[in-house]
């Protein structure tokens, strides 16, 4: 069932033109709507313009969101302002909260089945954003909502297969949120199995932890992580796409609404089928360390979710 319609909300952006690119190059898209405020008609017109199969639709300004999202299966959003040096992501929250709020009170209203993957930071708390909105219009459901954070993952195998293998190969789980100590790699699950002294561990943690602020700094100004977080963002949603078309055994780490740790929203593995979370998968045995680091997210995880649904509350 290679005949998926996808929007991406924000295509004209640092992430959305190459997500978009990405999204126009796979025989699974049939149908990509993008939209933003500015810009849309030019990156819609040029990737028109590829010899690929999906057809390319661009759409500006909140009157055409409606025409956008009609029938679309996947909607991606990675709408919003990027960090700058010096700032966490959740100096972002105020700008993206009401972006994301908007854009997914849209979703709920024309597309209410499509799966809404959400890449606009703080993911931590625009994921709550999602589903308060969701809930308002009483068309939510927990299995299609998902917070993209798949670029820990590819840098945490990046960052492990530097240190020991050939990247196509290394699978590292990383679960919790998407901010500095929310992001918990799980090394001691990797496929295949490897092993680091601690205080090398200590050091590969902290760099996947903090890759973003990586990248902002060798911006310098520029803007954030957006090729890797456009590759990731696919993957994402190339996954999901497969499952919807019956694929058997994809799984993908999300942010999602969860029962596995004592935090509502929380990422770790989930088997993905045509309806969205077929299962979620849970944290595994974890080492100690992990542990650890499980237990000392809890209180910034907890405060960043408790911020999303506040806002939700009071947006109009």
């Known amino acids: 069932q290679n005949n998926a319609k996808v929007a991406v909300l924000g295509a004209s952006g640092g992430i959305g033109q190459p997500l978009s690119l990405l999204l126009k ?12 405020i500015a810009h849309t008609p030019g990156v819609a017109a040029d ?6 199969k999906a057809s390319v639709k661009g759409f500006m300004g909140p009157e055409q969101l409606p025409e956008c999202l009609k029938g679309c299966d996947v909607v991606v959003i990675p709408a919003g302002v990027p960090r700058k040096p010096g700032m966490t992501r959740d100096d972002l929250f105020n700008t993206n909260a009401s972006i994301v709020a908007s854009l997914t009170s849209a979703c709920a209203k024309h597309c ?16 709550p954003i999602t589903s308060e909105v969701f809930k308002k219009h009483g068309v939510y459901n927990p299995n299609k909502i998902f917070g993209v954070t798949t670029l820990d993952i590819v840098r945490a195998n990046t960052f492990v297969a530097e240190l020991k293998a050939d990247p196509a190969r290394v699978t590292v789980p990383v679960v919790g949120g998407h ?16 092993e680091f002294p601690q205080d090398q561990l200590e050091k590969l943690t902290a760099r996947i932890q903090e890759a973003g602020t990586e990248v902002v700094q060798a911006k310098a100004g520029a803007g954030s992580a957006t090729l890797s977080m456009a590759y990731a963002g696919a993957r994402f949603v190339f996954s ?5 078309s019956g694929k058997q055994g994809v799984v993908e780490c999300a942010f999602v609404k969860s029962d596995v740790t004592e935090s509502p929203y929380f990422s770790t593995p989930l088997q993905l089928g045509k309806k969205g ?14 542990e650890k680091m499980v237990a000392a997210a809890m209180s910034e995880l907890k405060a960043s979710i408790k911020k999303g649904e506040e806002f939700a509350k009071n947006f109009k």
């Open 277 to 290: 979370i077929e299962k979620n998968l849970g944290l595994g045995k974890l080492s100690p360390f992990e």
């Open 112 to 127: 209410p089945e499509a799966m809404i993957c959400i890449i606009s930071n703080p993911v931590n708390s625009t994921i």
């Open 179 to 194: 901010a500095g100590k929310t992001i918990i790699p799980l090394i001691s699950q990797c496929t295949p199995k490897v």
């Open 240 to 244: 999901l796409l497969d499952a919807m």
């Open 25 to 36: 190059n796979s025989p699974l898209v049939n149908k990509l709507s993008l939209y933003d």
């Open 47 to 52: 990737l028109s313009h590829i010899e690929t």
